[in-house]
Protein backbone atom coordinates (compact mmCIF):
# COMPACT_ATOMS: atom_id res chain seq x y z
CA UNK A 1 0.00 0.00 0.00
CA UNK A 2 1.27 3.37 -1.30
CA UNK A 3 2.05 6.60 1.16
CA UNK A 4 -0.88 8.32 -1.30
CA UNK A 5 -3.27 5.92 -0.42
CA UNK A 6 -2.54 5.77 3.05
CA UNK A 7 -3.66 9.39 3.18
CA UNK A 8 -6.73 9.19 1.86
CA UNK A 9 -7.34 6.08 4.07
CA UNK A 10 -6.09 8.53 6.94
CA UNK A 11 -9.09 10.21 7.33
CA UNK A 12 -11.34 6.81 7.62
CA UNK A 13 -8.69 5.38 10.43
CA UNK A 14 -9.38 8.56 12.72
CA UNK A 15 -13.10 7.97 12.42
CA UNK A 16 -13.31 4.53 13.04
CA UNK A 17 -10.85 5.19 16.44
CA UNK A 18 -13.18 7.73 17.33
CA UNK A 19 -16.12 5.16 16.95
CA UNK A 20 -14.40 2.78 19.40
CA UNK A 21 -14.13 5.78 21.88
CA UNK A 22 -18.40 5.64 22.39
CA UNK A 23 -18.63 1.64 22.12
CA UNK A 24 -20.47 0.89 25.42
CA UNK A 25 -21.03 -3.08 26.24
CA UNK A 26 -24.52 -3.66 25.30
CA UNK A 27 -24.16 -7.54 25.83
CA UNK A 28 -25.60 -7.31 29.23
CA UNK A 29 -28.75 -4.94 28.36
CA UNK A 30 -30.24 -2.51 26.30
CA UNK A 31 -29.29 1.48 26.32
CA UNK A 32 -32.88 2.70 24.80
CA UNK A 33 -33.61 5.65 26.93
CA UNK A 34 -30.68 6.33 28.23
CA UNK A 35 -29.97 9.78 26.20
CA UNK A 36 -31.67 13.05 26.00
CA UNK A 37 -31.94 15.14 22.79
CA UNK A 38 -33.59 12.09 20.42
CA UNK A 39 -34.83 15.15 18.14
CA UNK A 40 -31.10 15.82 17.30
CA UNK A 41 -31.72 12.18 15.25
CA UNK A 42 -34.76 13.16 13.11
CA UNK A 43 -33.51 13.40 9.58
CA UNK A 44 -34.80 16.59 7.71
CA UNK A 45 -34.27 15.92 4.22
CA UNK A 46 -37.44 14.56 2.39
CA UNK A 47 -35.28 13.15 -0.33
CA UNK A 48 -32.72 11.37 1.69
CA UNK A 49 -35.70 9.83 4.17
CA UNK A 50 -37.27 8.65 0.95
CA UNK A 51 -33.76 6.57 0.03
CA UNK A 52 -34.20 5.08 3.31
CA UNK A 53 -32.76 7.91 5.64
CA UNK A 54 -29.28 6.51 4.42
CA UNK A 55 -27.20 10.10 3.93
CA UNK A 56 -24.15 9.83 4.74
CA UNK A 57 -22.35 9.76 1.45
CA UNK A 58 -24.92 12.69 0.02
CA UNK A 59 -23.22 15.71 -0.89
CA UNK A 60 -25.08 17.66 -3.79
CA UNK A 61 -27.73 19.19 -1.24
CA UNK A 62 -27.08 21.63 1.75
CA UNK A 63 -29.19 18.74 4.00
CA UNK A 64 -26.19 16.29 3.54
CA UNK A 65 -24.49 18.35 5.93
CA UNK A 66 -26.56 17.00 8.74
CA UNK A 67 -25.55 13.23 8.08
CA UNK A 68 -21.57 14.15 7.57
CA UNK A 69 -20.30 17.46 7.37
CA UNK A 70 -17.84 16.41 5.01
CA UNK A 71 -20.58 16.89 2.09
CA UNK A 72 -19.64 20.78 2.65
CA UNK A 73 -16.37 20.26 1.18
CA UNK A 74 -18.18 19.16 -2.45
CA UNK A 75 -20.61 22.11 -2.35
CA UNK A 76 -19.36 24.66 -4.78
CA UNK A 77 -22.79 26.60 -4.93
CA UNK A 78 -24.40 28.71 -2.24
CA UNK A 79 -27.71 27.06 -1.00
CA UNK A 80 -30.61 27.32 1.25
CA UNK A 81 -32.91 24.63 2.58
CA UNK A 82 -35.96 24.27 4.74
CA UNK A 83 -37.83 20.98 5.97
CA UNK A 84 -40.52 20.02 7.61
CA UNK A 85 -42.73 17.29 9.18
CA UNK A 86 -45.42 16.14 10.99
CA UNK A 87 -43.53 14.13 13.39
CA UNK A 88 -44.86 11.22 15.22
CA UNK A 89 -48.29 12.73 17.48
CA UNK A 90 -48.71 15.71 15.92
CA UNK A 91 -45.48 17.04 16.92
CA UNK A 92 -44.20 20.18 14.89
CA UNK A 93 -40.58 19.49 13.33
CA UNK A 94 -39.32 22.51 11.50
CA UNK A 95 -35.09 22.33 10.17
CA UNK A 96 -33.57 25.30 8.26
CA UNK A 97 -29.47 25.34 6.47
CA UNK A 98 -27.66 27.45 4.62
CA UNK A 99 -24.70 27.25 3.34
CA UNK A 100 -22.24 29.36 1.25
CA UNK A 101 -18.78 28.92 -0.14
CA UNK A 102 -15.61 30.14 1.37
CA UNK A 103 -11.84 29.17 0.28
CA UNK A 104 -11.79 25.81 -0.67
CA UNK A 105 -15.12 24.46 1.01
CA UNK A 106 -18.39 25.82 2.57
CA UNK A 107 -19.51 27.37 5.78
CA UNK A 108 -22.88 26.34 7.14
CA UNK A 109 -25.61 27.14 9.63
CA UNK A 110 -28.40 25.51 10.56
CA UNK A 111 -31.14 25.60 13.54
CA UNK A 112 -33.68 22.86 14.20
CA UNK A 113 -36.96 23.36 16.28
CA UNK A 114 -39.16 20.47 17.71
CA UNK A 115 -42.64 21.77 19.66
CA UNK A 116 -45.04 19.25 20.74
CA UNK A 117 -48.16 22.02 21.31
CA UNK A 118 -50.42 22.44 24.23
CA UNK A 119 -50.22 19.49 26.52
CA UNK A 120 -52.95 18.98 29.41
CA UNK A 121 -51.29 17.85 32.77
CA UNK A 122 -53.11 14.50 34.00
CA UNK A 123 -52.75 13.06 37.25
CA UNK A 124 -53.56 9.72 39.16
CA UNK A 125 -55.81 11.56 41.26
CA UNK A 126 -57.29 14.22 38.09
CA UNK A 127 -56.95 11.63 35.17
CA UNK A 128 -59.04 13.69 32.98
CA UNK A 129 -57.02 17.06 33.42
CA UNK A 130 -56.20 19.03 36.51
CA UNK A 131 -56.66 22.50 33.97
CA UNK A 132 -53.39 23.27 34.00
CA UNK A 133 -51.12 22.55 30.01
CA UNK A 134 -47.64 22.50 29.60
CA UNK A 135 -45.04 21.94 26.25
CA UNK A 136 -42.44 20.10 25.10
CA UNK A 137 -39.95 22.28 22.84
CA UNK A 138 -36.25 21.48 21.52
CA UNK A 139 -33.74 24.11 19.47
CA UNK A 140 -30.69 23.23 18.24
CA UNK A 141 -28.40 25.99 16.55
CA UNK A 142 -25.34 24.56 14.65
CA UNK A 143 -22.36 25.99 12.71
CA UNK A 144 -19.91 24.04 10.17
CA UNK A 145 -17.26 24.21 7.81
CA UNK A 146 -16.24 21.25 4.98
CA UNK A 147 -13.82 21.50 2.66
CA UNK A 148 -11.76 19.31 -0.17
CA UNK A 149 -8.30 17.63 1.10
CA UNK A 150 -7.84 16.32 -1.82
CA UNK A 151 -9.57 16.64 -5.24
CA UNK A 152 -11.41 12.99 -3.99
CA UNK A 153 -11.42 13.46 0.04
CA UNK A 154 -13.45 16.33 1.67
CA UNK A 155 -13.63 16.39 6.24
CA UNK A 156 -15.87 18.21 7.75
CA UNK A 157 -16.91 19.79 11.13
CA UNK A 158 -20.05 20.96 12.72
CA UNK A 159 -20.45 22.51 16.52
CA UNK A 160 -23.52 22.76 18.10
CA UNK A 161 -25.52 23.55 21.08
CA UNK A 162 -28.86 21.95 22.26
CA UNK A 163 -31.62 23.03 24.54
CA UNK A 164 -34.88 20.59 25.81
CA UNK A 165 -37.40 22.34 27.66
CA UNK A 166 -40.42 20.39 29.59
CA UNK A 167 -42.79 22.48 31.17
CA UNK A 168 -40.45 24.96 33.25
CA UNK A 169 -37.55 22.62 33.25
CA UNK A 170 -34.51 22.19 30.51
CA UNK A 171 -31.35 20.60 30.22
CA UNK A 172 -28.81 22.24 27.78
CA UNK A 173 -25.31 20.50 25.79
CA UNK A 174 -22.91 21.25 22.95
CA UNK A 175 -22.21 18.72 21.13
CA UNK A 176 -19.91 17.92 17.65
CA UNK A 177 -20.17 16.16 14.35
CA UNK A 178 -17.28 15.38 12.22
CA UNK A 179 -16.92 13.33 9.16
CA UNK A 180 -15.13 12.29 5.49
CA UNK A 181 -16.42 11.18 1.93
CA UNK A 182 -13.86 9.51 -0.54
CA UNK A 183 -14.46 9.65 -3.83
CA UNK A 184 -13.22 6.89 -5.83
CA UNK A 185 -14.26 7.86 -8.83
CA UNK A 186 -15.90 11.14 -10.78
CA UNK A 187 -19.41 9.19 -11.35
CA UNK A 188 -18.98 6.17 -9.52
CA UNK A 189 -18.34 4.62 -5.70
CA UNK A 190 -18.51 7.16 -2.67
CA UNK A 191 -17.45 6.48 0.93
CA UNK A 192 -18.32 8.39 3.42
CA UNK A 193 -17.95 8.04 7.87
CA UNK A 194 -19.15 10.52 10.42
CA UNK A 195 -19.92 10.86 13.96
CA UNK A 196 -23.03 13.25 15.36
CA UNK A 197 -23.50 14.54 18.83
CA UNK A 198 -20.19 13.73 20.25
CA UNK A 199 -20.91 16.06 23.18
CA UNK A 200 -21.23 16.76 27.14
CA UNK A 201 -23.08 15.72 29.36
CA UNK A 202 -25.63 17.83 31.81
CA UNK A 203 -28.92 17.48 33.86
CA UNK A 204 -32.16 18.57 34.23
CA UNK A 205 -32.25 22.03 35.91
CA UNK A 206 -35.52 24.50 36.48
CA UNK A 207 -38.58 25.23 38.78
CA UNK A 208 -40.22 22.18 38.47
CA UNK A 209 -37.45 20.13 40.50
CA UNK A 210 -37.90 22.94 43.34
CA UNK A 211 -39.74 21.07 46.18
CA UNK A 212 -41.01 21.56 50.06
CA UNK A 213 -38.96 18.91 51.97
CA UNK A 214 -39.23 17.37 55.54
CA UNK A 215 -35.72 15.81 56.47
CA UNK A 216 -37.40 13.97 59.73
CA UNK A 217 -40.41 14.96 60.85
CA UNK A 218 -40.24 12.32 63.80
CA UNK A 219 -36.77 14.03 64.81
CA UNK A 220 -37.84 18.25 64.00
CA UNK A 221 -41.39 17.95 63.93
CA UNK A 222 -43.52 19.40 61.06
CA UNK A 223 -40.90 21.70 58.29
CA UNK A 224 -42.63 20.38 55.39
CA UNK A 225 -42.23 23.83 54.23
CA UNK A 226 -38.86 24.30 54.13
CA UNK A 227 -37.77 24.65 50.33
CA UNK A 228 -35.19 22.26 48.65
CA UNK A 229 -34.18 20.97 44.85
CA UNK A 230 -34.13 17.61 43.18
CA UNK A 231 -31.37 16.39 41.47
CA UNK A 232 -31.49 14.37 38.29
CA UNK A 233 -28.40 12.18 37.07
CA UNK A 234 -26.35 13.31 33.98
CA UNK A 235 -27.83 12.25 30.70
CA UNK A 236 -25.53 11.97 26.88
CA UNK A 237 -26.29 12.78 23.94
CA UNK A 238 -27.53 10.26 21.24
CA UNK A 239 -23.94 9.53 19.76
CA UNK A 240 -24.08 8.01 16.38
CA UNK A 241 -21.25 6.27 14.00
CA UNK A 242 -22.67 6.23 10.67
CA UNK A 243 -20.25 4.49 7.75
CA UNK A 244 -22.07 4.02 4.07
CA UNK A 245 -21.58 3.74 0.18
CA UNK A 246 -23.02 4.90 -2.74
CA UNK A 247 -23.04 3.98 -6.19
CA UNK A 248 -24.07 6.61 -9.53
CA UNK A 249 -25.38 4.99 -12.95
CA UNK A 250 -25.43 7.34 -15.31
CA UNK A 251 -27.95 5.85 -18.93
CA UNK A 252 -28.00 8.17 -21.41
CA UNK A 253 -27.92 11.98 -21.18
CA UNK A 254 -31.62 11.87 -18.61
CA UNK A 255 -31.45 8.77 -16.85
CA UNK A 256 -29.57 8.60 -13.33
CA UNK A 257 -29.87 5.84 -10.92
CA UNK A 258 -27.97 6.14 -7.44
CA UNK A 259 -27.70 3.87 -4.59
CA UNK A 260 -27.01 4.35 -1.11
CA UNK A 261 -26.31 2.26 1.98
CA UNK A 262 -25.62 2.91 5.42
CA UNK A 263 -24.54 0.89 8.58
CA UNK A 264 -25.29 3.01 12.03
CA UNK A 265 -23.87 2.40 15.46
CA UNK A 266 -25.48 4.09 18.14
CA UNK A 267 -24.97 4.24 21.89
CA UNK A 268 -28.05 3.96 22.96
CA UNK A 269 -29.54 1.38 20.61
CA UNK A 270 -28.80 -1.76 18.39
CA UNK A 271 -26.71 -1.47 15.37
CA UNK A 272 -28.77 -1.77 12.02
CA UNK A 273 -28.52 -1.13 8.18
CA UNK A 274 -30.50 0.96 6.06
CA UNK A 275 -30.52 1.21 2.09
CA UNK A 276 -32.01 3.02 -0.65
CA UNK A 277 -31.90 4.56 -4.28
CA UNK A 278 -33.01 7.35 -6.83
CA UNK A 279 -33.96 7.42 -10.14
CA UNK A 280 -33.82 11.06 -11.79
CA UNK A 281 -34.96 11.80 -14.99
CA UNK A 282 -33.85 14.56 -17.38
CA UNK A 283 -32.61 16.20 -14.05
CA UNK A 284 -36.40 17.41 -13.78
CA UNK A 285 -38.03 14.41 -11.87
CA UNK A 286 -36.78 12.40 -9.15
CA UNK A 287 -38.67 8.92 -7.24
CA UNK A 288 -36.99 7.49 -5.04
CA UNK A 289 -37.64 4.33 -2.31
CA UNK A 290 -35.74 2.34 0.36
CA UNK A 291 -36.02 0.24 3.72
CA UNK A 292 -34.61 1.88 6.82
CA UNK A 293 -32.72 0.40 10.02
CA UNK A 294 -32.68 -3.62 8.94
CA UNK A 295 -31.73 -5.48 11.78
CA UNK A 296 -32.45 -2.89 14.53
CA UNK A 297 -34.01 -4.54 18.12
CA UNK A 298 -37.74 -3.96 18.04
CA UNK A 299 -37.39 -1.37 15.24
CA UNK A 300 -40.56 0.28 14.25
CA UNK A 301 -39.53 1.56 10.64
CA UNK A 302 -39.33 0.28 7.83
CA UNK A 303 -39.90 0.86 3.98
CA UNK A 304 -39.66 4.37 3.06
CA UNK A 305 -40.96 6.37 0.02
CA UNK A 306 -40.08 9.62 -1.86
CA UNK A 307 -40.17 11.70 -4.97
CA UNK A 308 -39.06 15.35 -5.43
CA UNK A 309 -39.13 17.80 -8.88
CA UNK A 310 -36.24 20.60 -9.32
CA UNK A 311 -36.70 23.38 -12.16
CA UNK A 312 -34.80 26.56 -12.41
CA UNK A 313 -36.36 29.26 -11.23
CA UNK A 314 -35.30 33.19 -11.83
CA UNK A 315 -31.98 32.14 -12.30
CA UNK A 316 -31.91 29.75 -9.16
CA UNK A 317 -32.08 25.93 -9.14
CA UNK A 318 -35.35 24.82 -7.01
CA UNK A 319 -36.04 21.67 -5.64
CA UNK A 320 -39.17 20.66 -4.24
CA UNK A 321 -39.06 16.58 -2.60
CA UNK A 322 -41.70 14.89 -0.46
CA UNK A 323 -40.59 11.89 1.59
CA UNK A 324 -43.04 8.83 3.65
CA UNK A 325 -41.65 6.79 6.36
CA UNK A 326 -43.71 3.66 7.63
CA UNK A 327 -43.27 3.51 11.40
CA UNK A 328 -45.40 0.44 11.76
CA UNK A 329 -48.30 0.23 14.51
CA UNK A 330 -47.18 4.09 14.97
CA UNK A 331 -48.31 5.42 11.81
CA UNK A 332 -46.24 6.98 9.61
CA UNK A 333 -44.00 10.50 8.79
CA UNK A 334 -44.35 12.94 5.97
CA UNK A 335 -41.43 15.26 5.24
CA UNK A 336 -41.54 17.94 3.08
CA UNK A 337 -38.65 19.71 1.86
CA UNK A 338 -38.27 22.83 -0.34
CA UNK A 339 -34.42 24.19 -1.48
CA UNK A 340 -32.54 26.56 -3.37
CA UNK A 341 -29.29 26.72 -5.13
CA UNK A 342 -28.01 30.78 -6.42
Given at each position: ???????????????????????????????????????????????VAGMGN?????????????????????????????????????????????????????????????????????????????????????????????????????????????????????ISAFAM???????????????????????????????????????????????????????????????????????????????RIVLVA?????????????????????????????????????????????????????????????????????????????????
Amino acid sequence: MNRSLLRLLLPFVVMLSLRMLIVEDSRAQTNVGTTVGQFLLIEPSARVAGMGNAGVTISDEAMGAFFNPAALGRADRAQAQFGYSQWLADINYNYVIATVPVGNGSFMVSMTSLESGEIDVRTVAQPLGTGERYTVSDVAYGVGYGMKVTDRVSAGIQVKFMQETIWHSSISAFAMDVGTLFKLSEDGLVIGASLSNFGTRARYDGRDLRVRYDFDPKLFGDNSSLPAQLYTDEFGLPILFRVGLQYSLQFGDNHRIVLVADAFHPNDNTESVSVGGEYTFAGTLSLRAGYQNLWQQDSEVGLTLGAGVGYDLFGADFQLDYGWTDFSRLGAVQRLTLGLLF
